[in-house]
T-cell receptor
Framework: QQQVKQSPQSLIVQKGGIPIINCAYE??????FPWYQQFPGKGPALLIA?????SEKKEGRFTISFNKSAKQFSLHIMDSQPGDSATYFC??????????FGQGTELSVKP | NAGVMQNPRHLVRRRGQEARLRCSPM?????VYWYRQLPEEGLKFMVY????????ESGMPKERFSAEFPKEGPSILRIQQVVRGDSAAYFC???????????FGSGTRLTVV
């Protein structure tokens, strides 16, 4: 019940494409859903986050869509660029503190 | 304002030795979290500390691992008698309050030979 399942494991898109990464959870106590971006040799960096009282949140080219009834949320990257090539992690938390991470998606954006 | 500082960046230990990983949180941050990332895997929560207190250690292995965050100085993650399976990247994160959007350091990559 503490798991967050992330798919796909890897993703290749052309520059300008819209990669979509999906996550699903079981624990209805989760109340915070962030996405992190990680470059090789670096720590994860917070990209964008959402709480379950909204269905969508946009920050720049990044959008989170949230479906509370299906217990799913996804990250969309608009107009993707080669610089977006990184590993993306979804995560979830209940009442602060510990984050439960998905397995990660390795994104490659081809020029 | 410097970010979360972890050192060393790379650490090589022989089996049976001790590993000490240090984390200096961002200025003004009193909450520290440690995560472990095994190759090709996501991050796994290990422990959450506030100054001088362990708040949640539900992700810590029962033996050989310990963590502290003293009143003065960095937080320390200590692994005694390391084994090959301890080889991983260990990340520290900090936040000013009990908050979700915490900041990660660049990690310590531990290799056990």
């Amino acid at each position: 019940q503490q798991q967050v399942k992330q798919s796909p494991q890897s993703l290749i898109v052309q520059k300008g494409g819209i990669p979509i990464i999906n996550c699903a959870y079981e624990n209805t106590a989760f109340d915070y859903f962030p996405w992190y971006q990680q470059f090789p040799g670096k720590g994860p960096a917070l990209l964008i986050a959402i709480r379950p009282d909204v269905s969508e949140k946009k920050e720049g080219r990044f959008t989170i869509s949230f479906n509370k009834s299906a217990k799913q949320f996804s990250l969309h990257i608009m107009d993707s660029q080669p610089g977006d090539s990184a590993t993306y992690f979804c995560a979830a938390s209940a009442q602060g503190g510990k984050l439960i991470f998905g397995q990660g998606t390795e994104l490659s954006v081809k020029p | 304002n410097a970010g979360v500082m972890q050192n060393p960046r790379h650490l090589v230990r022989r089996r049976g030795q001790e590993a000490r990983l240090r984390c200096s949180p961002m200025k003004g941050h009193s909450h520290v979290y440690w995560y472990r990332q095994l190759p090709e895997e996501g991050l796994k929560f290990m422990v959450y500390l506030q100054k001088e207190n362990i708040i949640d250690e539900s992700g810590m292995p029962k033996e050989r691992f310990s963590a502290e965050f003293p009143k003065e100085g960095p937080s320390i993650l200590r692994i005694q008698q390391v084994v090959r399976g301890d080889s991983a990247a260990y990340f520290c994160a900090s936040s000013p309050v009990l908050d979700y959007g915490y900041t990660f350091g660049s990690g310590t990559r531990l290799t056990v030979v």
